[in-house]
Each structure stands twice: as C-alpha cells, then as structure tokens.
C-alpha cells in the first residue's frame, strides 16, 4: 500500500466480481477512468486480472504497459495518483470504468489534466458536467473581460451587483415553487445556479469544492 493511503483503507475486493469480467485474447480489459466529481474523463488504459486485483486492494489505479509488458501504479513517480471512489462494469462485461479523486487534478502525462484535451490538434479543457462548463466560461469572463458580456457587467460590479442578483433570483425560484409550474422552476432555478456560479467565481472559490462539500452531505 502506497504511503498516500490512509490506514483506515479497506480493500475493495467484494468491489466487483472479478470472475465476471470478460478480457480479451491478450487478457487485458479496457479502463476508463473518470473524476469523480464533475465526470471528466481522464484517461483509457489497460488492466488485467492482477492490476485489478492491486487497484481492488490498494484503492489506487494500477495498469498493465503494453509496450513496457509490466505493471503501472499511476502516479507512483509523478505524484499524481488516482484514489478510487467506485468501480463499475459495462453491459457487457468486457470495459470497467473507475471514478477516482485525481490528487494533484493532472493525469495525462504532458500535464494536463485529462489525456482527451485535443480538439483537431489544439488544447481545450475536456468536457465536464454542465455547471462545471458554465463556471469554466464565468472565469474566463473573469480573467479575460469583455464590456459586452452580462457576466463581465455582474463581475465589475462585485458583491453588491452579484449579490442582489442571487437575491431576486432566489425570491423568483420561490415564487415559482409557489405557482408549481414544472417550467419557470426549472428556468428559474438555472438563473439562480449561474448567478452563484457567478458569486464563486468573484471570490475565486473553484466548483469542486463545493462538489466535495455535496459528497460530505450524501454520506
């Protein structure tokens, strides 16, 4: 077990039925892995039996090197290792996909921190969930002003500006509720998502910590 663990770990053998899992003629299985907060996919690699068995038993990603013909734990030279937060198998048997907590939020080996981060042979931030693309939009708005843009007018303004906003906002979703229209909530509760995403980015809180903060509550 790798020092980073903590030594209430438990192994996550019973995790999945390791019998089931249909490998290829090579014995290897395909493994996407996936942040578990905001759903990125990180990365595809290679495991086999026993890198499944070390990734079960430690909670941290181990894979198979094709080219090298040995095992990898990821992570073990750079730092950057990926504590596993659940396994799941496909319909088929034959693909697993790890959700992990990326420690140091990098897991392509240029320093990305996804290894899908071309688009045509130019960088882009890999695709997330919806609030985690918005709030990547609001502080670019941020660091990169635009007089035209609403958001850039609501950053300028500052907490007196955002802040009264999140108010009107929240008054309408209640309104809304009130009036049980499916709709106007649904609407109502976008406005009042962004203009907090807004609030986050002027006080430069970043989304996954609030992301953290919701899994706290789902225990």
């Known amino acids: 077990m790798s020092s980073s663990q903590s030594s209430s770990f438990k192994p996550l053998s019973n995790a999945i039925p390791i019998e ?3 490998y290829d003629e090579k014995g290897l299985v395909p493994a996407i892995v996936q942040d578990y907060l905001d759903g990125t996919v990180l990365m595809m690699a290679w495991m086999n039996r026993e890198s499944l068995l070390r990734t079960l038993e430690t909670g941290e990603t181990w894979f198979w090197s094709r080219s090298r013909q040995e ?3 990821k992570g073990a030279t750079s730092g950057h290792t990926q504590k596993i937060q659940g396994i799941r198998y ?3 048997s034959d693909a697993i996909l ?6 140091g939020d990098i897991a392509c080996h240029t320093g990305e921190r996804s290894c899908f981060h071309q688009i045509d042979g130019n960088i882009s931030p890999p695709p997330a969930d919806t609030l985690s693309q918005v709030f990547q939009v609001i502080c670019d708005r941020r660091d990169n002003p635009n007089e035209s ?3 850039c ?3 300028a303004g500052g907490d007196n500006k955002i802040l009264k906003k999140i108010g009107e906002e929240s008054a309408e979703v209640v309104m809304a509720c009130k009036d049980d229209d499916a709709d106007a909530i649904a609407g109502e509760v976008a406005d009042l998502l962004y203009h907090t995403l807004v609030a986050l980015a002027h006080h430069k809180v970043d989304i996954k910590d609030v992301y953290r903060k919701l899994q706290q509550r789902k225990r």
């Open 20 to 22: 089931k899992i249909r």
């Open 71 to 73: 095992f990898w734990h």
């Open 90 to 92: 496909d319909c088929d």
């Open 98 to 103: 790890v959700t992990v907590e990326q420690i």
């Open 149 to 151: 843009s609403y958001t």
């Open 153 to 155: 007018k609501l950053l």
